[in-house]
């Protein structure tokens, strides 16, 4: 009988990647039994122990060197593998780059429904129930499974992580049999990594995004320059980063990143729902924009009807000013 | 050299977000009145990466594929206009409103009869259900290896992509025949010419159905499908903006810091 709950973990930087974390608590909050978790590559035996402490009752780990770099064909392997020994009822990974690329392989291979970019979970009647957008966020669509197990990847910070507790001890499951090599058809040659400079995008507490209303990659100097005041990050919308103006990996929407700051100031973004589904989980949404019927005040706190050009100059001088007096 | 590029017609995305409408109890979306549907937009540019590879290597063909309602024949059109050479039309009903698996098992049958395909190329999601899975799923039940997310597709006894990801690049190299499925890094679609668009219209669309691809009725379609669809509804949002007053904007930008201060955002 297929019970309870895989997670695919992923390792960032050496340690479980957050999303691995928000998953575990999902699965946990979902009551449909024991929580596994799945961890490939060199690094993961080492990241039993805070897989566990995330929530995870059984660690299973498949180490090989064939899984060093992501490949879809050795990962799909791996993750069969665990599939079958630990046959769950569902299996969750992140929309993440790894997810994105693993959960319809895993789908095909098992040939089981897939769905993607859930934002919210359940337990109905035995299977997995998930909540996800679609139409561009315009639409939010609630499916569910025919097939066992159930695969579906959740939106990064989407979901909640437990306390981490690290008096929680997990099983931990060696997988045996290596990963055939001569079955990885594909092979990563080259990885160009953007260059980033302070604080992680995904990680920021305060974001400074810009859109094509801006005019010119020039026009950046003082959403930067507001950014570095307030110890944040640079995002953009997907016309900025089309044109050029900005690097791919500062776009924020359906098809870049998921970010939720305390603080997200919009300039002279229209607010196109593939843009919002980056940033509606921030916690206060400021708009500036010369329309004020741009789309963007709908999901906005506070927000000026203006002109970037005559509205930014002094924004940053008033921030400098509310900073220097403490 | 034999490509498939698949491209799905859909709703016009670029309406405004007011004249978005779903009807709950079908469980479907209203499409825009007198608003065409359009070629998915991923998929155009997936039409636009065949091209490049026939830019390079003229003797390369390059098949559209697309299953749909009869307007979808549009669909293959534009794929036509922007150079493609032979299109192909799944048009049977019992094929519709299938999940992504079947839907792909069906296009991987067409794929089969098409025969002799070196290469399929897909979206990275289609713009209506942007799920994102299709070309991944083509690739599994064919047996191919897939590259998905790529920015820059280049052929030469293999297939050389360079694939998006959240903080870079990587390149990957696969062996033939194989899937890859194509973002909007790689740039803007080719804008057929009238002269292309009337040349199109002579180019052969083959119409096939499920039985011409030897699939029964519950292999495709809803009947095939191993997803449910329990709901469809329009999301709510209830933020009230607050709108900062004042004379200049210099005012309106004071008045803001001040804001962020008081709900200590700053
Ligand atoms: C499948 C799909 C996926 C997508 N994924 C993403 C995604 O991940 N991320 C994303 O961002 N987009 C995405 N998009 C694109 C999205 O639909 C929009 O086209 C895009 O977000 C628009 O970017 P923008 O707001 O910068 O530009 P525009 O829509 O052109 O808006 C510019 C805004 O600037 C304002 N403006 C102009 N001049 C000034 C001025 N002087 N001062 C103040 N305001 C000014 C205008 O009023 C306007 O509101 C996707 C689209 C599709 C179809
Ligand atoms: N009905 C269809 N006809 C042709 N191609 C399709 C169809 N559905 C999906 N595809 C292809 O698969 C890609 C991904 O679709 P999806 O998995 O639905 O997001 C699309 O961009 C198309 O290239």
Redesign the interface.
């Known amino acids: 009988m297929a019970e309870g709950i895989l997670v695919v973990g992923e390792v960032a930087e050496g340690k479980l990647s957050p999303t691995t974390s928000e998953l575990l608590g999902a699965a946990r909050k979902l009551g449909a039994g024991a929580v596994s978790c799945a961890l490939f590559g060199p690094d993961a035996a080492g990241l039993a122990q805070s897989a566990a402490a995330a929530g995870a009752d059984k660690v299973y780990v498949v180490d090989d060197t064939a899984l060093a770099d992501y490949t879809t064909d050795g990962y799909a392997q791996a993750l069969a593998k665990v599939i079958e020994q630990a046959s769950p009822a569902a299996v969750l990974l992140g929309q993440t780059d790894v997810g994105r690329d693993l959960a319809p392989a895993i789908g095909a291979r098992l040939g089981v429904g897939v769905a993607m970019d859930a934002i919210e979970l359940s337990w109905q009647n035995g299977g997995l129930q998930i909540t996800r957008p679609a139409y561009g966020g315009n639409a939010r669509a609630v499916n569910g499974f025919k097939s066992t197990p159930a695969v579906a990847t959740v939106r990064p910070k989407s979901q909640e992580a437990l306390e981490p507790d690290a008096s929680r001890q997990a099983e931990v499951i060696s997988v045996a049999g290596a990963i055939d090599a001569a079955q990885i058809r594909t092979k990563v040659v080259n990885k160009t990594k953007a260059a980033a400079e302070g604080i992680r995008l995904e990680d920021a507490e305060v974001v400074i995004a810009g859109g094509r209303g801006l005019g010119g990659p020039e026009n950046f100097a003082g959403v930067e320059e507001l950014a570095k005041l307030l110890g944040g990050a640079v995002g953009v919308t997907r016309a900025v980063a089309d044109m050029g103006w900005r690097p791919v990996s500062e776009q924020v929407g359906l098809t870049g990143k998921v970010v939720s700051p305390t603080l997200y100031i919009a300039i002279a973004v229209s607010g196109a729902s593939q843009h919002m589904a980056g940033c509606s989980g921030s916690k206060n949404i400021i708009a500036i924009n010369k329309d004020p019927d741009a789309n963007i005040f709908k999901s906005a706190r506070f927000g000026i009807v203006g002109d970037f050009k005559q509205v930014l100059p002094p924004l940053i001088e008033a921030v400098k000013k509310i900073k220097a007096e403490g | 050299m034999h490509i498939v590029v698949c491209v799905k017609q859909v ?1 016009d ?1 670029d309406i405004p ?1 007011s004249s ?1 409408k ?1 009807d709950e109890a079908a469980k479907k ?1 209203v499409p825009p009145q007198g608003v065409a549907p359009v070629v998915s937009q991923f998929d155009a540019i997936a039409v636009e990466a065949a091209m490049r590879v026939k830019d390079v290597k003229p003797d390369t063909k390059v098949t559209i594929l697309s299953l749909g309602p009869a307007s979808a024949r549009d669909a293959i059109k534009h794929g036509l206009a922007m150079g493609g050479d032979e299109g192909v039309l799944i048009d049977d009903a019992s094929t519709l409103d299938g ?3 079947a839907t ?1 098992k069906t296009l991987a049958a067409a794929i089969n009869k098409i025969g002799g395909v070196d290469m399929v190329l897909c979206g ?2 289609a ?11 083509i ?3 064919l047996g191919w ?5 790529a920015k820059s597709v280049t052929v030469n006894g293999s297939v ?1 992509v360079e694939r ?12 033939l025949p ?1 899937v890859v499925t194509v ?3 790689l740039g803007e679609p080719r804008y057929p010419k009238l002269q292309q668009i009337m040349m199109a219209a002579r180019k052969q669309v083959q119409v096939w159905t499920a039985a011409d691809l030897s699939l029964d009725g519950a292999q495709v379609g809803q009947a095939g ?11 709510v ?1 209830e ?1 009230q ?4 007053e004042g004379d200049t ?2 005012e ?3 008045n ?6 008081e ?1 200590k ?2």
């Open positions: 709703p995305w977000p978005f779903v979306v999940d992504s698996l792909a990275r999601q713009v209506d259900w942007d799920m994102g899975v299709t070309g991944t799923m690739a599994g039940i290896p897939v590259v998905t997310i050389t998006v990801l959240s903080d870079g690049y990587e390149t990957v190299e696969a062996s194989a973002s909007n890094e499908s191993q997803l449910t669809l329990d709901r469809l509804y329009q999301p949002s933020t903006v607050e709108l900062m904007p210099e309106q930008a004071q803001l810091a001040r804001k962020l201060r709900a955002l700053i």
